[in-house]
């Protein structure tokens, strides 16, 4: 479990962390406006394993309603802000 109060940078970081480990990417290689599906590769099974990795590495809930219209891992990394943000952790 990671800690609320990291800096946006870690958050970032930790995500990413979780998209390459998943998506078997470089991390040196990931950008924030990659695409996850068209260029990283992932299925819907992925993008399920990202959200619920994310979930528990900082054992938040990202909502449904702006996971289904994450597309980029840059909208990746604000959800996961927005949802500190919302949730007050």
Do not use: W, Y
Not at 10 to 26: A, F, P, Q
Not at 43 to 53: F, G, K, M, Q, Y
């Amino acid at each position: 479990m990671r800690e609320a109060n990291l800096g946006q940078l870690e958050h970032d970081k930790i995500v990413s962390e979780i998209i390459c480990r998943t998506l078997l990417v470089d991390i040196a290689a990931l950008q924030p406006s990659h695409h996850l599906v068209e260029d990283l590769g992932a299925d819907s099974l992925n993008l399920l394993e990202i959200v619920l990795d994310i979930n528990e590495a900082f054992a938040i809930e990202l909502p449904p309603e702006g996971v289904a219209k994450v597309r980029r891992v840059e909208d990746l990394f604000r959800l996961v802000l927005q949802t500190f943000n919302v949730s007050g952790v």
